[in-house]
C-alpha cells in the first residue's frame, strides 16, 4: 500500500451500504430503558406483527419484507419519543438470521436508519460523481465591473441532468450521516470545475469543520487535488460559516493552521449571523470577513444594524482583515458599504444553469 493509500480518509471517501432492500429478512432494535422496550413490544403485539422480544438485552426482532422496511420505521418513530428515538439503535440483517460481528458497524441510530432507508439516490448521486459547481462573482466595491473572486456554489445533478438543491442535498446529508462524503465531493468539485473553466481569480470554498475529523486524512486529496490543478495555493479560500461552526474550538484551530500551512487562506463567513463573532476572530485570525446578509439587508435604514457593522468593520480595518458584504440587493446598500470602507461586495448573482456556469457580469447599479 503506498503512503498516500495508507493515509486516505475511509470516513469521508467511503460510502454507506444503500438500504433498498426487496428480500426479506430480520430488524433488530435496541431500545435504550425498559418502558421504552415496553412500549415497543406493546406495539407489535396490538399489531400482531410477527416478532421476537429479547428483554435482557431490550432487544426486539422484527421479520419484515424489505420493502415495506421504511413504512414500519416510520411507525416506530411514531411511538417512541424524539429522545427514545435518537437513543434506539437498529440494524437490518437480510435473509431472516442472527447478527454477526461483521454486522455491527451497521448499527445506527433509529433516526439514521430511516434517513437511510430513504437516501438511496444521494449514495447513487455521490458514487457516480453527479455533482457540480456554479460560481458567483465576489466584486470589488468601489467599482462593481471588477471582479476580485468567485464563490463555489454546490449543485447535484440528476440523471436526466436537472439540478437538484443543495439544501436537500445537506439536510439528507446531515441526516444520514453521509456530510464527510458530500462536503469532500463539494470541494473537489469546486477547484476542478475552475479548472476546467480556466478561472484564474481567487476561488472561495466552503468547508463544514464538523465533516472533517483529522485535517492530515480527510483534506488531504483536497490539497493534492489543488496541487494537481496548479491552482496557486494564495488563490483558494477557505470558508467558514460562523453560524454553524464546530464547537470544539481546539479543532478549529487544527484546520485553520493545516490549511495556512498549505498556503490558503482563510475566511469567516456569515459574521454577525450567530452569536460568538468576536471570540472566533480572535481565536482563528481570518484573512478575510464576510459580514452576514441578514446584517447587510436594510443597514442605510437601520441604526441598530448600522452601528454593529461599523464596528466590525473598524475592528476589520485595523487588524487588516479584508470585508466583503454579502446580500447587496439595492443601491442604497451598496452606497452604504461604499461609504465605510467595505472593500468587496456580493449579491444574489446565482449562475444560471448555463456553460460555462459563472455570472461574470455583475449587476449591481451604481
Not at 444521494?122 to 462573482?137: H, I
Not at 471570540?279 to 437601520?302: A, C, F, S, T, V
Amino acid at each position: 500500500m503506498s503512503q498516500t493509500e495508507s493515509k486516505k480518509c475511509e470516513r469521508c471517501q467511503t460510502l454507506p451500504e444503500k438500504l433498498e432492500l426487496e428480500g426479506p429478512g430480520r430488524l433488530f432494535l435496541w431500545l435504550p430503558l425498559g418502558h421504552s422496550y415496553g412500549k415497543l413490544v406493546r406495539m407489535l403485539g396490538d399489531s400482531g406483527r410477527e416478532h421476537q422480544s429479547l428483554p435482557q438485552a431490550q432487544c426486539v426482532a422484527v421479520r419484515l419484507d424489505g420493502a415495506h422496511l421504511s413504512g414500519f420505521v416510520a411507525d416506530v418513530l411514531g411511538a417512541l419519543t424524539g429522545e427514545e428515538a435518537k437513543s434506539t439503535r437498529a440494524l437490518f440483517v437480510e435473509g431472516g438470521g442472527e447478527p454477526g460481528l461483521g454486522d455491527f458497524p451497521r448499527v445506527v441510530s433509529l433516526p439514521q436508519f430511516f434517513t437511510l432507508t430513504r437516501a438511496g439516490w444521494l449514495v447513487d448521486l455521490l458514487a457516480e460523481k453527479r455533482v457540480t459547481s456554479f460560481y458567483q462573482p465576489i466584486v470589488h466595491a468601489k467599482d462593481t465591473r471588477q471582479v476580485y473572486a468567485y464563490e463555489a456554489l454546490l449543485r447535484g445533478l440528476e440523471r436526466d441532468g436537472s439540478l437538484v438543491s443543495p439544501a436537500k442535498m445537506l439536510s439528507l446529508a446531515r441526516d444520514a450521516d453521509m456530510l464527510f462524503q458530500l462536503d469532500l465531493a463539494a470541494r473537489l468539485s469546486a477547484v476542478r470545475e475552475a479548472a476546467r473553466l480556466g478561472i484564474q481569480a481567487p476561488l472561495f470554498i466552503n468547508f463544514t469543520p464538523t465533516a472533517i475529523y483529522d485535517p492530515a486524512y480527510c483534506l488531504r486529496s483536497t490539497v493534492a487535488a489543488i496541487s494537481e490543478l496548479g491552482i496557486p495555493p494564495s488563490n483558494v479560500v477557505f470558508e467558514i460559516i460562523e453560524s454553524d461552526h464546530t464547537p470544539d474550538a481546539n479543532h478549529l484551530k487544527t484546520l485553520i493552521a493545516y490549511y495556512r500551512q498549505a498556503g490558503f487562506r482563510v475566511a469567516l463567513d456569515d459574521l454577525g449571523a450567530g452569536y460568538s463573532s468576536l471570540n472566533l476572530i480572535h481565536q482563528l485570525r481570518p484573512d478575510i470577513m464576510k459580514l452576514d446578509m441578514e446584517l447587510i439587508r436594510g443597514i442605510h435604514q437601520d441604526a441598530y444594524k448600522a452601528s454593529i457593522t461599523e464596528k466590525l468593520l473598524e475592528l476589520a480595518q485595523k487588524l487588516g482583515i479584508l470585508t466583503v458584504a454579502e446580500g447587496i440587493e439595492t443601491p442604497e446598500e451598496l452606497r452604504w458599504v461604499r461609504a465605510h470602507g467595505v472593500d468587496f461586495v456580493q449579491g444574489y448573482l446565482i449562475a444560471k444553469p448555463s456553460s460555462p456556469p459563472v455570472s461574470a457580469t455583475p449587476h449591481f447599479i451604481d
